[in-house]
C-alpha cells in the first residue's frame, strides 16, 4: 500500500508538468482551433534561454525564469503576426502543417545555438534533498513544481473565467465575427494567448530541467504525454486539461512501478484511445453536438 | 467562360477555339489524369525520362531517386485518407514500419528454396505480406476512428504510430531490436541485383499503385471518400455507409503505407526501428500538405520536394531542421493549396491567357 502511495505521489509530480503543457495547449485550441505542434519546441527554447540567462550571463534564478518567459511569450506572439496571421488563408490542416514546420525550426535553431549535448539548468530546489511524510518519500522539487503547477492553474482559471481579458478569450472562441462586431480586438486577443500559452509551456520546461536533462529534444516526450491529456480530458476543458495530465501521470507511474517501465508510454495511449472509443469528446470535454 | 472566350475572339472557327480552353462536357472529362495529346506527349516523357535515369545518373541520385519512389506510394495513400476522406493520421509511420518487418520476415526469415527466389517469389510474396498486413492493421486503426475526429483521432492515430515503434523496439525477436534487421539484396535467377534495376521495380510498383490510386479516387468509392470529407452528415443521408467507407479509407491507405514500407526494405536492406519515428509520421503529413491535399500529382511532388531537400542539405546536417522547417513554412504561407496547387493556377492562366 505504502508502495502504491510512493507511485501515486512520484505520477502526480510528473502529471502536474503534463497538466501545465496541457493547459497551454488547451487555451490555444479553445480560442484558434489550432493543434500548436511547435508547443514542446518552444518550450524547450524557452529553457534554453533561461539557461543561457542563469549560466552565461549569471542572472539570479527569478530575473532568468522571468526573463525566459518573458521572452517565450513574445516569441509566441510573433509567430502568430508574423507567420500565422499573414497565412490566414491557409486550410485548419494547412496551419497545423506551418506549425510543425515551426516546431522543426525552433529544434534546429537550439540546437545551432546550444548544440546537442545535454545541460544541467541550476535551480534552486534540490533533486536530492527529500521529504519524509510517513513512510513517503517526496523530493524538494517535486513538491516545488506541483505547487508553482497549481498556483499557475488557479491563475489561468481566474484569468479565463474571471477577467475582462479572459472574458473576451471566450468569446472570440465561440464566435468570432460576432466578438470582433462587439469591438474585441480579436487580434490582440489571439496574440495574448499565443503569448500565454508560450510562457505556460516554458514554465513547464524550466520546472522539467532539473530533472530531465536538458537538450534540444527534452519537451518532446512531455509535450506528446500533455497533448495526450489534453485530448484525455477534452481539448476544450482547461480543467479536463488539469484532470487528463494529472491522471495520465499517476497511471503511467503505476504502470511503470508494477508492470513494465518500457511499455508504460504504449499503455498510455491505449488507455487514451479506449476512453475516447467511450467518450469521444474526452473527460470533460462539451458534448460534440453540431448544426446540421 | 469558354463560350465568352469565343465570343471575344469575334471570327475564326468558334468549336476550335472551344477545344483551346478546354470546354468540359462530362463530369467524367473532369477526372482525367491525362489529357489531350499534349498530355500524352508530355506523360510518355516523364515516364522515359524516370525509366532513363539509372543510364545517366550517378549512383547516389538512383538512390535517392529510389526513395521518393517509395515515399511516394506512402504520400499517395496518405493522401487518400488524408486529402480525400478528410481522417487524420500522425501514425503513418506505424503502418509503413508494419510493412517493412513484413518484408522483411517474409524475405529474411523464411527459408524460400533457391527456385522460388530464381522467380523472384520471395519479394512478390513480401510485397503482398506488406500490403495485406498493414491493411488489416488499418482496418484495425479504422474502427475507432469511426468515432472520432479532429484533435482526438489525430492523438489516437499519433499514439498507434507511436505504440508500433515501442513494440518494434522493446519485441526483440520480431524487429532484431537496436541491431537491426538485415534484408537480404534481391536476387532474380541466382543473381542479385544491382540499384538500377532496384530503382525500377521501385518506380514500376510506384508508378502503378499511383495510377490504381487515382482510378480508385475517381470511381465511386473515391466519391463516397470525397461526400465524407465534405460533409459526413450529409453522405450518410445520401446512402453512403460512413462505416464501410472510412474503414475502407484507412484499409487503403495502410495498405499503400504497407507497401511502401516493403519497397523500403527493398531499397535500404536494413531496418531498425528508429526509421519509424513520429518525425517520419510528420514528414508524410507534410509531404501531402506540401504538396497539395486531395490531389494525386500533389502527393507525388510532396514526396520528391521533402525526400530530396533534406538530403540535398545533409553537407550541413546541422541546418538541416531549420532548412526543412523554414521549407514547409513557407510553401504554406504562400500557397494553401500546396505546390500542385500552385502549378494549376499557373497553368490555367497560360491558357486563359489574356483573360
Redesign the interface.
Known sequence: MALLAQYVIGGLAAGGLYALVALGIVLL?RTSRI?N?AHGDLATFGTFIAFSLLVTYHSPFAIASAGALLITGVIGAAFYFL?LR??R???L???I??T??????????S??LWGTDTKVLPFPLSDVRVYRLGGLVVSQISIGSFLIGLVLMGLVYVLVQRTKVGLAMRAVSQNLVAAQALGIPAKSIFALTWGLASALGATAGILLAPVALLDPSMM?DPF?KG??A??LGG?DSPPGAVAGGLLLGVIEAVFAGYVSV??K??L???I??AV??VR???MLGRE?K?R? | MAGNAAAWAGGGDPAEKLRRVELRERYEDDLFLVRGPAGWVAAAVLAGGLAALPLVAPKYLIYIASLVAVNAVIAVGLNVL?GYTGQ?SLGHAGFVAIGAYAFGIVAARIPWTPAAGAWGVPWIAGLIAAGAVSAVFGLLVGL?AL???G??L???T???G??VH??LI?WEWLSGGRAGLFVPKLTFAGRPLGDAEIYWIALIVSAALTVLAFHIVRSYVGRAFVAIRDSD??AEVMGVSLTTYKTTAFAVSAAYAGLGGGLYAIVLHYLEPNQFT?LES?TY??MI??GG?GTIPGSVLGAALLTILPLEFSGFR????????????VV??LE?RGVYGRWLKIKRWFKTWPF
Do not use: C, H
Open positions: 485550441y493543434l505542434f507567420i499573414p497565412a488563408d491557409a486550410s490542416l494547412g496551419k502543417v506551418i510543425l514546420g515551426f516546431a522543426l525550426l525552433l529544434q534546429g535553431t540546437t545551432l518532446l506528446l497533448f495526450s489534453a485530448v481539448i518500457r511499455f508510454t504504449t498510455a495511449f491505449l487514451i484511445i475516447l472509443i469521444p469528446e474526452g460534440y453540431r446540421v | 488524408v487524420i475507432p468515432r472520432l475526429t484533435p482526438y489525430t492523438i489516437a499519433l499514439g498507434f507511436i505504440a515501442q513494440v522493446n452528415i450529409a513520429l510528420i503529413f507534410s500538405v506540401v491535399l546541422q541546418w538541416q531542421p531549420v532548412v526543412y522547417g523554414l521549407a514547409i513554412i504554406m504561407a494553401p
